[in-house]
């Protein structure tokens, strides 16, 4: 099984409506990332959290949210997808010890 | 400012010749140093990475990379490249300064190979 996996892989939506992608990981590592990745832009850090009570944001938060709801579990959401946070989204995980981070296979979203 | 620069947007080579993707970086702190490999379809891959000792360092699928603070680089390579190696390779850069261990991303090298 994976050790990082989101849900879903893929999801395209319209304007104004709330999604929400999920990302489960069974390494056991506190800090939890999400990631945007669009061509010609990298890959950007929208939100990061180092253990259940730690939420931080990253370079690209505005018009995303997230939560914590376990050491496991990290979720993104959109409130009101725009059609310009269409990407590919991909949580990461890392450990304490070192910045290597080890990541899930991405959830491509399309905003119509 | 803290950068990181993969000079070449794509490459092309062909099957069992040697390669090299280039990676130079700005970074005030001593730097912890990594390269990713993304397939198409898939999630980023740790290839190798460097925080300390010997400045060459070995990673997975036949992949090196060394290390030269002189130059600020941190190339990749490979002796002989096979078809399955043809993917999106990155490198980024972190520190172990603080609490917060940001990573520095490049916006990545796109590697074909030619059979």
């Known amino acids: 099984d994976a050790d990082v996996t989101q849900t879903p892989r893929n999801r395209i939506t319209k304007t104004g409506k709330r999604i929400m992608l999920e990302c489960s990981q069974t390494k056991g590592h506190d800090r939890m990332y999400w990631y945007r990745q669009d061509p010609g832009l990298g890959l950007r850090l929208i939100y990061y959290?180092?253990?259940?009570?730690?939420?931080n944001k990253g370079e690209i938060s505005d018009g995303y949210s997230v939560s914590r709801q376990a050491q496991a579990k990290f979720s993104l959401s959109l409130e009101s997808a725009i059609p310009n946070q269409t990407a590919l989204y991909f949580c990461?995980?890392?450990?304490?010890?070192?910045?290597?981070?080890?990541f899930g296979p991405g959830t491509r979203l399309t905003v119509l | 400012a803290q950068s990181v620069t993969q000079p070449d947007i794509h490459i092309t080579v062909s099957e069992g010749a040697s390669l090299e993707l280039r990676c130079n970086y700005s970074?005030?702190?001593?730097?912890?140093l990594f390269w990713y490999v993304q397939s198409p379809g898939q999630g980023l891959q740790l290839l190798l990475k460097y925080f300390s000792g010997d400045t060459l360092v070995q990673g997975i699928k036949g992949f090196e990379a060394e290390f030269k603070r002189s130059q600020s680089s941190f190339n990749l390579r490979k002796p002989s490249v096979h078809w399955s190696d043809a993917a999106e390779y990155f490198c980024a850069v972190g520190s172990n300064a603080g609490n917060n261990r940001k990573l520095i991303w490049g916006l990545g090298t796109s590697l074909a190979v030619n059979p």
């Open positions: 970074y005030g702190a001593t730097p912890y």
């Open positions: 959290s180092f253990d259940v009570k730690d939420i």
């Open positions: 990461a995980t890392s450990d304490l010890q070192g910045q290597a981070r080890f």
